[in-house]
Protein backbone atom coordinates (compact mmCIF):
# COMPACT_ATOMS: atom_id res chain seq x y z
CA UNK A 1 0.00 0.00 0.00
CA UNK A 2 2.54 2.57 0.86
CA UNK A 3 4.68 1.75 -2.03
CA UNK A 4 1.41 1.98 -4.36
CA UNK A 5 0.95 5.58 -2.49
CA UNK A 6 4.74 6.67 -3.28
CA UNK A 7 4.41 5.27 -6.80
CA UNK A 8 1.48 7.54 -7.44
CA UNK A 9 2.71 10.62 -5.72
CA UNK A 10 5.92 10.08 -8.12
CA UNK A 11 3.86 9.54 -10.81
CA UNK A 12 1.40 12.55 -9.79
CA UNK A 13 5.38 14.90 -9.47
CA UNK A 14 5.71 13.85 -13.01
CA UNK A 15 2.66 14.87 -14.65
CA UNK A 16 2.52 18.25 -12.54
CA UNK A 17 6.24 18.92 -13.65
CA UNK A 18 5.55 18.14 -17.57
CA UNK A 19 2.29 19.94 -17.47
CA UNK A 20 4.47 23.38 -15.70
CA UNK A 21 7.08 22.56 -18.89
CA UNK A 22 4.49 22.52 -21.02
CA UNK A 23 2.49 25.87 -19.64
CA UNK A 24 5.96 27.68 -19.55
CA UNK A 25 6.63 26.63 -23.51
CA UNK A 26 3.11 27.99 -24.24
CA UNK A 27 3.52 30.95 -22.82
CA UNK A 28 6.93 31.67 -23.49
CA UNK A 29 10.39 32.43 -21.79
CA UNK A 30 11.11 35.77 -20.43
CA UNK A 31 14.36 37.56 -21.94
CA UNK A 32 17.37 36.60 -20.56
CA UNK A 33 18.01 40.09 -19.62
CA UNK A 34 16.94 40.54 -15.81
CA UNK A 35 14.02 43.04 -15.61
CA UNK A 36 13.72 43.51 -19.10
CA UNK A 37 12.21 46.40 -20.25
CA UNK A 38 8.15 46.07 -21.05
CA UNK A 39 8.94 46.64 -24.45
CA UNK A 40 11.80 44.32 -25.06
CA UNK A 41 9.38 42.05 -23.25
CA UNK A 42 6.67 42.61 -25.90
CA UNK A 43 9.27 42.31 -28.33
CA UNK A 44 10.55 38.59 -27.91
CA UNK A 45 6.86 37.45 -26.86
CA UNK A 46 5.70 38.47 -30.30
CA UNK A 47 8.86 36.34 -31.88
CA UNK A 48 7.52 33.35 -29.96
CA UNK A 49 3.80 34.03 -30.45
CA UNK A 50 4.83 33.70 -34.79
CA UNK A 51 7.98 30.89 -34.57
CA UNK A 52 6.21 28.12 -36.39
CA UNK A 53 3.94 29.87 -38.13
CA UNK A 54 4.89 32.92 -40.25
CA UNK A 55 8.42 34.50 -41.01
CA UNK A 56 9.28 38.12 -40.97
CA UNK A 57 11.18 40.30 -43.96
CA UNK A 58 14.01 41.94 -43.15
CA UNK A 59 16.96 43.84 -44.78
CA UNK A 60 20.33 45.11 -43.49
CA UNK A 61 21.71 48.28 -44.09
CA UNK A 62 25.39 49.83 -43.77
CA UNK A 63 25.68 52.43 -41.06
CA UNK A 64 26.81 55.36 -43.20
CA UNK A 65 23.86 54.74 -45.29
CA UNK A 66 20.99 56.49 -43.00
CA UNK A 67 18.40 53.53 -44.23
CA UNK A 68 18.91 53.36 -48.19
CA UNK A 69 19.21 49.70 -48.00
CA UNK A 70 16.55 49.35 -46.92
CA UNK A 71 14.92 51.69 -49.29
CA UNK A 72 15.83 50.07 -52.41
CA UNK A 73 14.97 47.09 -50.75
CA UNK A 74 11.11 48.31 -50.91
CA UNK A 75 11.62 49.56 -54.21
CA UNK A 76 12.91 46.58 -55.99
CA UNK A 77 10.51 44.03 -54.02
CA UNK A 78 7.58 45.75 -53.79
CA UNK A 79 7.17 44.93 -50.02
CA UNK A 80 8.85 47.09 -46.76
CA UNK A 81 11.30 44.58 -45.73
CA UNK A 82 10.11 44.38 -41.48
CA UNK A 83 13.15 44.01 -39.44
CA UNK A 84 15.94 47.22 -40.04
CA UNK A 85 19.05 45.83 -39.53
CA UNK A 86 22.23 47.74 -39.19
CA UNK A 87 26.05 47.70 -37.94
CA UNK A 88 27.28 49.81 -35.18
CA UNK A 89 30.63 50.71 -37.81
CA UNK A 90 33.85 50.46 -37.19
CA UNK A 91 35.91 52.22 -40.66
CA UNK A 92 37.15 55.88 -41.20
CA UNK A 93 34.90 58.85 -42.14
CA UNK A 94 33.15 58.69 -45.59
CA UNK A 95 33.57 54.87 -45.18
CA UNK A 96 29.81 53.54 -46.00
CA UNK A 97 31.18 51.41 -42.40
CA UNK A 98 31.90 54.37 -41.04
CA UNK A 99 31.74 54.32 -36.73
CA UNK A 100 30.94 57.93 -37.20
CA UNK A 101 27.36 56.90 -38.11
CA UNK A 102 26.10 55.98 -34.78
CA UNK A 103 24.71 59.39 -33.72
CA UNK A 104 22.32 58.63 -37.34
CA UNK A 105 22.06 54.96 -36.52
CA UNK A 106 20.36 56.08 -32.86
CA UNK A 107 17.73 58.49 -35.11
CA UNK A 108 16.78 56.37 -37.55
CA UNK A 109 16.59 53.37 -35.27
CA UNK A 110 14.35 55.26 -33.25
CA UNK A 111 12.37 56.83 -37.17
CA UNK A 112 12.35 52.69 -37.87
CA UNK A 113 10.71 51.45 -35.07
CA UNK A 114 8.02 54.15 -34.78
CA UNK A 115 6.87 53.02 -38.32
CA UNK A 116 6.42 49.68 -37.16
CA UNK A 117 10.08 48.12 -38.44
CA UNK A 118 12.12 45.82 -35.80
CA UNK A 119 15.74 46.85 -35.05
CA UNK A 120 18.19 44.78 -35.06
CA UNK A 121 21.54 45.65 -34.30
CA UNK A 122 25.20 44.05 -34.59
CA UNK A 123 28.75 45.31 -34.71
CA UNK A 124 32.36 44.39 -36.19
CA UNK A 125 34.19 44.64 -33.32
CA UNK A 126 37.21 46.58 -33.31
CA UNK A 127 40.08 44.90 -31.55
CA UNK A 128 40.74 45.79 -28.54
CA UNK A 129 44.75 46.40 -29.58
CA UNK A 130 43.71 49.24 -31.91
CA UNK A 131 41.25 52.19 -31.84
CA UNK A 132 38.98 53.29 -33.90
CA UNK A 133 38.91 53.64 -36.61
CA UNK A 134 40.00 50.26 -38.47
CA UNK A 135 40.12 48.38 -41.93
CA UNK A 136 37.80 45.40 -42.24
CA UNK A 137 40.39 42.92 -43.30
CA UNK A 138 44.53 43.25 -42.60
CA UNK A 139 46.38 45.68 -44.45
CA UNK A 140 49.35 44.28 -46.34
CA UNK A 141 52.37 44.77 -44.35
CA UNK A 142 50.22 45.05 -41.11
CA UNK A 143 52.12 44.13 -37.91
CA UNK A 144 50.91 40.49 -36.83
CA UNK A 145 51.72 41.58 -32.90
CA UNK A 146 48.97 44.93 -33.37
CA UNK A 147 45.82 43.81 -34.77
CA UNK A 148 43.74 46.90 -36.26
CA UNK A 149 41.39 44.99 -38.29
CA UNK A 150 38.25 43.01 -37.20
CA UNK A 151 39.11 40.42 -39.90
CA UNK A 152 42.60 38.67 -38.13
CA UNK A 153 43.38 37.03 -35.17
CA UNK A 154 44.94 37.98 -31.55
CA UNK A 155 47.64 36.31 -30.42
CA UNK A 156 46.93 33.67 -27.82
CA UNK A 157 48.48 35.76 -25.15
CA UNK A 158 46.27 38.74 -26.26
CA UNK A 159 42.86 37.10 -26.23
CA UNK A 160 44.22 35.31 -22.68
CA UNK A 161 44.47 39.05 -21.59
CA UNK A 162 40.69 40.46 -23.06
CA UNK A 163 39.20 37.87 -20.60
CA UNK A 164 41.16 38.95 -17.60
CA UNK A 165 39.88 41.67 -15.65
CA UNK A 166 42.76 44.24 -14.35
CA UNK A 167 44.71 43.56 -17.59
CA UNK A 168 45.44 47.04 -20.15
CA UNK A 169 43.64 44.93 -22.99
CA UNK A 170 40.64 44.01 -20.76
CA UNK A 171 40.43 47.51 -19.90
CA UNK A 172 40.57 48.36 -23.27
CA UNK A 173 37.82 46.25 -24.21
CA UNK A 174 35.40 47.62 -21.50
CA UNK A 175 36.14 51.37 -22.99
CA UNK A 176 35.59 50.00 -26.35
CA UNK A 177 32.65 48.48 -25.27
CA UNK A 178 30.92 50.64 -22.73
CA UNK A 179 30.90 53.44 -25.75
CA UNK A 180 28.53 50.87 -27.76
CA UNK A 181 26.41 50.59 -24.70
CA UNK A 182 25.77 54.15 -24.69
CA UNK A 183 24.14 54.34 -27.88
CA UNK A 184 22.53 51.39 -27.23
CA UNK A 185 21.27 52.77 -23.83
CA UNK A 186 19.82 55.86 -25.90
CA UNK A 187 17.66 53.40 -27.50
CA UNK A 188 16.53 52.23 -24.18
CA UNK A 189 15.65 55.63 -22.85
CA UNK A 190 13.87 56.04 -26.79
CA UNK A 191 11.94 52.75 -25.33
CA UNK A 192 12.99 50.80 -28.79
CA UNK A 193 13.76 47.11 -28.06
CA UNK A 194 16.76 45.81 -30.34
CA UNK A 195 17.57 42.41 -31.33
CA UNK A 196 21.40 42.69 -30.10
CA UNK A 197 23.62 39.64 -32.19
CA UNK A 198 27.67 40.53 -30.95
CA UNK A 199 30.19 38.35 -32.27
CA UNK A 200 28.37 36.59 -35.32
CA UNK A 201 29.31 33.67 -37.29
CA UNK A 202 31.29 33.27 -33.51
CA UNK A 203 32.39 29.39 -35.15
CA UNK A 204 34.24 31.17 -37.17
CA UNK A 205 37.92 31.88 -37.77
CA UNK A 206 37.88 34.96 -39.84
CA UNK A 207 37.20 37.57 -37.08
CA UNK A 208 39.33 38.38 -34.61
CA UNK A 209 36.68 37.06 -31.81
CA UNK A 210 35.91 33.55 -33.48
CA UNK A 211 37.00 29.93 -33.44
CA UNK A 212 38.26 29.70 -30.13
CA UNK A 213 37.71 26.90 -27.96
CA UNK A 214 38.72 25.98 -24.46
CA UNK A 215 39.26 28.44 -21.38
CA UNK A 216 39.70 31.43 -22.83
CA UNK A 217 37.17 30.84 -25.77
CA UNK A 218 34.60 32.75 -28.06
CA UNK A 219 31.83 31.35 -25.25
CA UNK A 220 33.49 33.03 -22.74
CA UNK A 221 33.81 36.44 -24.18
CA UNK A 222 30.04 36.20 -25.36
CA UNK A 223 29.36 36.00 -21.78
CA UNK A 224 31.81 38.78 -21.07
CA UNK A 225 29.66 41.25 -23.25
CA UNK A 226 26.95 39.87 -21.66
CA UNK A 227 27.94 40.76 -18.20
CA UNK A 228 29.07 43.78 -18.76
CA UNK A 229 26.35 45.25 -20.60
CA UNK A 230 23.84 43.76 -17.95
CA UNK A 231 25.33 44.34 -14.72
CA UNK A 232 27.68 47.19 -15.54
CA UNK A 233 26.19 49.40 -18.10
CA UNK A 234 22.39 48.04 -16.88
CA UNK A 235 21.13 48.00 -19.98
CA UNK A 236 17.50 46.34 -20.38
CA UNK A 237 16.03 46.58 -23.93
CA UNK A 238 18.15 43.45 -25.37
CA UNK A 239 17.10 40.68 -27.24
CA UNK A 240 20.22 38.70 -27.69
CA UNK A 241 20.65 37.16 -30.47
CA UNK A 242 23.45 34.47 -30.62
CA UNK A 243 24.80 33.82 -34.08
CA UNK A 244 26.24 30.80 -36.10
CA UNK A 245 27.63 30.57 -39.70
CA UNK A 246 27.19 27.07 -41.98
CA UNK A 247 29.48 24.06 -40.08
CA UNK A 248 32.41 23.21 -42.93
CA UNK A 249 34.16 21.47 -40.09
CA UNK A 250 34.45 19.56 -37.34
CA UNK A 251 35.44 22.52 -35.07
CA UNK A 252 32.52 24.56 -36.15
CA UNK A 253 30.17 22.37 -34.69
CA UNK A 254 27.29 24.93 -32.89
CA UNK A 255 27.43 23.44 -29.50
CA UNK A 256 31.08 23.90 -28.66
CA UNK A 257 30.09 27.71 -28.86
CA UNK A 258 26.77 28.06 -27.47
CA UNK A 259 27.46 29.72 -24.22
CA UNK A 260 24.02 28.64 -22.60
CA UNK A 261 19.81 28.90 -22.45
CA UNK A 262 20.38 31.47 -19.87
CA UNK A 263 22.51 33.64 -21.98
CA UNK A 264 20.29 33.53 -25.41
CA UNK A 265 17.07 35.05 -26.23
CA UNK A 266 17.20 33.92 -29.81
CA UNK A 267 19.66 31.62 -32.18
CA UNK A 268 20.32 32.24 -35.64
CA UNK A 269 22.19 31.51 -38.39
CA UNK A 270 23.85 33.56 -41.38
CA UNK A 271 23.58 31.27 -44.69
CA UNK A 272 25.28 32.75 -48.35
CA UNK A 273 24.63 30.83 -51.20
CA UNK A 274 21.31 29.40 -50.65
CA UNK A 275 22.64 26.90 -48.34
CA UNK A 276 19.86 26.38 -46.17
CA UNK A 277 20.93 22.85 -45.45
CA UNK A 278 18.62 20.61 -42.84
CA UNK A 279 21.59 19.98 -40.63
CA UNK A 280 22.57 23.55 -39.51
CA UNK A 281 18.83 24.07 -38.68
CA UNK A 282 18.05 20.52 -37.04
CA UNK A 283 21.15 21.40 -34.72
CA UNK A 284 19.69 24.87 -33.85
CA UNK A 285 16.32 23.17 -33.23
CA UNK A 286 18.08 20.91 -30.75
CA UNK A 287 19.79 23.70 -29.12
CA UNK A 288 16.86 25.99 -28.73
CA UNK A 289 14.88 24.73 -25.81
CA UNK A 290 11.54 26.00 -28.01
CA UNK A 291 13.54 29.37 -28.19
CA UNK A 292 12.80 31.40 -31.37
CA UNK A 293 15.37 30.80 -34.04
CA UNK A 294 16.28 33.12 -37.23
CA UNK A 295 18.32 33.75 -40.35
CA UNK A 296 20.31 36.76 -39.57
CA UNK A 297 22.31 37.42 -42.54
CA UNK A 298 21.37 36.02 -46.24
CA UNK A 299 22.26 36.35 -49.36
CA UNK A 300 19.17 35.05 -50.96
CA UNK A 301 16.10 34.99 -49.06
CA UNK A 302 14.65 31.24 -48.19
CA UNK A 303 12.39 29.83 -50.70
CA UNK A 304 9.28 28.37 -49.81
CA UNK A 305 10.08 24.95 -50.36
CA UNK A 306 12.78 25.79 -47.38
CA UNK A 307 10.47 27.29 -44.89
CA UNK A 308 8.12 24.02 -45.49
CA UNK A 309 10.89 22.03 -44.83
CA UNK A 310 11.75 24.78 -41.87
CA UNK A 311 9.45 26.62 -40.26
CA UNK A 312 10.71 27.90 -37.00
CA UNK A 313 12.64 30.30 -38.64
CA UNK A 314 10.94 33.73 -37.32
CA UNK A 315 12.44 36.49 -39.68
CA UNK A 316 15.28 36.48 -42.26
CA UNK A 317 17.70 39.46 -42.93
CA UNK A 318 19.50 39.76 -46.52
CA UNK A 319 22.43 41.29 -46.00
CA UNK A 320 23.55 45.47 -47.55
CA UNK A 321 24.22 45.27 -51.34
CA UNK A 322 22.47 41.74 -51.82
CA UNK A 323 18.72 42.53 -52.62
CA UNK A 324 18.91 42.46 -55.80
CA UNK A 325 20.47 39.20 -55.61
CA UNK A 326 17.74 37.75 -56.07
CA UNK A 327 15.34 38.22 -59.30
CA UNK A 328 11.95 39.45 -58.92
CA UNK A 329 10.17 36.26 -60.38
CA UNK A 330 11.64 34.80 -57.35
CA UNK A 331 10.83 37.50 -55.02
CA UNK A 332 7.24 37.41 -56.36
CA UNK A 333 7.16 33.48 -55.48
CA UNK A 334 8.48 33.83 -51.68
CA UNK A 335 6.46 37.08 -51.28
CA UNK A 336 3.11 35.47 -52.51
CA UNK A 337 3.84 32.96 -49.64
CA UNK A 338 1.31 33.57 -47.00
CA UNK A 339 3.74 32.79 -44.41
CA UNK A 340 5.48 35.67 -45.05
CA UNK A 341 5.26 38.58 -43.59
CA UNK A 342 6.13 42.21 -44.32
CA UNK A 343 5.78 45.44 -42.76
CA UNK A 344 3.35 47.20 -45.05
CA UNK A 345 0.96 43.42 -44.85
CA UNK A 346 -2.41 43.69 -43.70
CA UNK A 347 -1.69 40.58 -41.23
CA UNK A 348 1.07 41.87 -40.25
CA UNK A 349 -0.46 45.11 -38.92
CA UNK A 350 -3.06 42.59 -36.86
CA UNK A 351 -0.35 40.34 -35.64
CA UNK A 352 1.39 43.58 -34.08
CA UNK A 353 -1.71 45.59 -32.91
CA UNK A 354 -0.94 44.01 -29.22
CA UNK A 355 2.42 44.26 -29.39
CA UNK A 356 2.82 47.95 -30.04
CA UNK A 357 -0.41 48.64 -27.67
CA UNK A 358 1.64 47.02 -24.92
CA UNK A 359 5.10 49.22 -26.26
CA UNK A 360 2.55 52.19 -26.00
CA UNK A 361 1.97 52.57 -29.90
CA UNK A 362 -0.25 52.69 -32.51
CA UNK A 363 -1.36 50.08 -35.04
CA UNK A 364 1.08 49.72 -37.69
CA UNK A 365 -0.10 52.33 -40.53
CA UNK A 366 -1.31 50.81 -44.06
CA UNK A 367 -0.90 53.77 -45.59
CA UNK A 368 1.66 53.61 -48.47
CA UNK A 369 3.14 55.94 -50.96
CA UNK A 370 1.65 55.55 -54.87
CA UNK A 371 3.73 53.88 -56.65
CA UNK A 372 6.42 56.03 -59.15
CA UNK A 373 5.81 54.70 -62.80
CA UNK A 374 9.04 57.16 -64.06
CA UNK A 375 11.65 54.92 -65.97
CA UNK A 376 12.53 53.62 -69.87
CA UNK A 377 10.02 50.89 -70.59
CA UNK A 378 10.48 48.79 -73.52
CA UNK A 379 7.87 46.67 -75.27
CA UNK A 380 8.38 43.21 -74.14
CA UNK A 381 6.20 41.42 -77.51
CA UNK A 382 6.51 37.73 -75.91
CA UNK A 383 4.91 38.62 -73.23
CA UNK A 384 2.01 41.01 -74.44
CA UNK A 385 -1.22 39.83 -75.40
CA UNK A 386 -2.14 42.42 -78.51
CA UNK A 387 -5.78 40.75 -79.94
CA UNK A 388 -6.82 40.56 -82.67
CA UNK A 389 -6.07 43.69 -84.35
CA UNK A 390 -2.23 42.57 -83.49
CA UNK A 391 0.72 44.99 -82.18
CA UNK A 392 0.66 47.87 -85.17
CA UNK A 393 -0.60 50.06 -82.49
CA UNK A 394 1.68 49.46 -79.32
CA UNK A 395 4.40 51.72 -78.69
CA UNK A 396 7.88 50.29 -78.77
CA UNK A 397 8.87 52.16 -76.17
CA UNK A 398 7.25 54.75 -73.15
CA UNK A 399 9.81 57.28 -71.38
CA UNK A 400 7.71 58.26 -68.07
CA UNK A 401 8.67 60.89 -65.72
CA UNK A 402 5.79 60.89 -63.02
CA UNK A 403 5.92 64.07 -60.02
CA UNK A 404 3.09 64.32 -57.33
CA UNK A 405 0.84 65.75 -59.56
CA UNK A 406 2.05 65.24 -63.42
CA UNK A 407 2.80 62.60 -65.59
CA UNK A 408 5.00 62.93 -68.64
CA UNK A 409 5.09 60.46 -71.40
CA UNK A 410 7.09 60.25 -74.12
CA UNK A 411 5.89 57.44 -76.33
CA UNK A 412 8.18 56.03 -79.28
CA UNK A 413 5.97 54.28 -82.37
CA UNK A 414 8.20 52.19 -85.22
CA UNK A 415 8.06 53.81 -88.34
CA UNK A 416 9.52 51.33 -91.31
CA UNK A 417 10.33 54.14 -94.08
CA UNK A 418 11.89 57.10 -91.88
CA UNK A 419 12.34 57.76 -88.16
CA UNK A 420 10.17 56.62 -85.47
CA UNK A 421 8.22 58.89 -84.08
CA UNK A 422 8.00 60.24 -80.78
CA UNK A 423 5.18 61.79 -79.24
CA UNK A 424 5.22 63.84 -75.90
CA UNK A 425 2.05 64.40 -73.57
CA UNK A 426 2.20 66.65 -70.45
CA UNK A 427 -0.79 65.06 -68.59
CA UNK A 428 -2.01 66.20 -65.08
CA UNK A 429 -3.02 63.58 -62.36
CA UNK A 430 -6.36 65.23 -61.58
CA UNK A 431 -8.42 64.57 -64.58
CA UNK A 432 -7.59 67.43 -66.43
CA UNK A 433 -8.21 67.09 -70.01
CA UNK A 434 -4.73 67.62 -72.40
CA UNK A 435 -5.53 68.29 -76.15
CA UNK A 436 -3.26 66.17 -78.51
CA UNK A 437 -3.09 64.75 -82.21
CA UNK A 438 -2.53 61.05 -82.83
CA UNK A 439 -2.23 59.61 -86.57
CA UNK A 440 -3.61 63.45 -87.19
CA UNK A 441 -6.78 63.10 -85.50
CA UNK A 442 -8.04 65.20 -82.68
CA UNK A 443 -7.29 63.52 -79.33
CA UNK A 444 -8.20 64.87 -75.86
CA UNK A 445 -6.76 62.91 -72.64
CA UNK A 446 -7.06 62.63 -69.14
CA UNK A 447 -5.03 61.01 -66.20
CA UNK A 448 -5.96 60.41 -62.82
CA UNK A 449 -4.43 58.01 -60.01
CA UNK A 450 -7.01 54.87 -59.49
CA UNK A 451 -9.28 54.55 -56.29
CA UNK A 452 -6.93 52.18 -54.55
CA UNK A 453 -3.89 55.02 -55.74
CA UNK A 454 -2.00 51.78 -57.26
CA UNK A 455 -2.95 51.91 -60.79
CA UNK A 456 -2.91 55.16 -63.50
CA UNK A 457 -5.84 55.28 -65.35
CA UNK A 458 -5.96 56.70 -68.71
CA UNK A 459 -8.83 57.86 -70.89
CA UNK A 460 -8.86 59.46 -74.53
CA UNK A 461 -11.33 60.37 -76.94
CA UNK A 462 -9.85 60.08 -81.10
CA UNK A 463 -11.99 62.18 -83.90
CA UNK A 464 -10.64 60.45 -86.92
CA UNK A 465 -11.13 62.71 -90.21
CA UNK A 466 -12.36 59.41 -92.44
CA UNK A 467 -15.02 58.32 -89.74
CA UNK A 468 -18.85 59.28 -89.47
CA UNK A 469 -19.15 63.31 -89.11
CA UNK A 470 -18.68 64.09 -85.06
CA UNK A 471 -17.88 60.13 -84.74
CA UNK A 472 -15.37 59.66 -81.75
CA UNK A 473 -13.78 56.71 -79.95
CA UNK A 474 -12.54 55.68 -76.65
CA UNK A 475 -9.12 54.41 -75.45
CA UNK A 476 -8.82 53.15 -71.86
CA UNK A 477 -5.69 52.28 -70.31
CA UNK A 478 -4.87 51.19 -67.17
CA UNK A 479 -1.05 51.22 -65.87
CA UNK A 480 0.13 48.88 -63.44
CA UNK A 481 3.48 47.75 -61.92
CA UNK A 482 4.23 44.19 -61.30
CA UNK A 483 7.22 42.14 -59.77
CA UNK A 484 8.47 44.92 -57.74
CA UNK A 485 8.14 47.69 -59.96
CA UNK A 486 10.46 46.11 -62.56
CA UNK A 487 7.50 45.57 -64.84
CA UNK A 488 4.87 47.99 -66.67
CA UNK A 489 1.34 46.31 -67.16
CA UNK A 490 -0.57 48.44 -69.32
CA UNK A 491 -4.51 47.14 -70.01
CA UNK A 492 -6.19 48.73 -73.04
CA UNK A 493 -9.59 48.82 -73.60
CA UNK A 494 -10.41 50.75 -77.19
CA UNK A 495 -13.19 51.65 -79.70
CA UNK A 496 -11.73 51.88 -83.32
CA UNK A 497 -12.94 52.19 -86.50
CA UNK A 498 -12.34 48.55 -87.35
CA UNK A 499 -14.42 47.53 -84.01
CA UNK A 500 -13.76 47.12 -80.28
CA UNK A 501 -10.49 45.86 -79.55
CA UNK A 502 -8.31 44.73 -76.14
CA UNK A 503 -4.77 44.48 -75.22
CA UNK A 504 -2.67 43.71 -72.42
CA UNK A 505 0.78 45.11 -72.79
CA UNK A 506 3.75 43.89 -71.35
CA UNK A 507 6.58 46.93 -70.96
CA UNK A 508 10.21 46.27 -69.47
CA UNK A 509 12.45 48.58 -67.49
CA UNK A 510 15.42 49.54 -68.73
Known amino acids: MNFMRTSFRFVSLLLLAGWCSLAARAEGAAPVTPDATPEARELLAFLQSISGKYTLTGQHNFPNV ?4 SEFAAKYIGKTPVIFGIDMGFAKAGDTDSY ?11 EQYHKGAIVAICWHAVPPTADEPVTFRPLPGADPKKLESVQGRLLDEQFREVLTPGTPLYRKWCAQVDVIAGYLKQLQDAHVPVLWRPYHEMNGGWFWWGGRTGRYSTVALYRQIFDRFVNV ?3 RNLIWVWSMDRIHKPSQEYASYFPGIHHVDVLALDVYDNDFA ?12 GKPLALAEVGNPPSPEVLKRQPLWTYY ?17 IMADPHILNLDDPRYAELTAPYRKACGLPPVSLARQPPDFSGTWVL ?14 APAKLKVTETADLLKVLTTQIREYTSDLVTEDDLKLDGTET ?19 DAIELHSTLTFPWGPPGKT ?14 VLSVKRVSETPMGPQEMTMIFDRR
Not at 66 to 69: A, D, E, K, Q, Y
Not at 473 to 486: C, F, I, M, P, R
Request: charged share 20%; aromatic share 10%.
Open 66 to 69: HGRN
Open 100 to 110: LARPDIVKEAI
Open 233 to 235: DHL
Open 278 to 289: QTYYDKLVALSQ
Open 317 to 333: MTWAGMAHYTTHRQYAK
Open 380 to 393: DQDLSAFGPHGIGF
Open 435 to 453: KSTFMNAPRVTSARRSPSG
Open 473 to 486: YSVDDTWTLQEGGQ
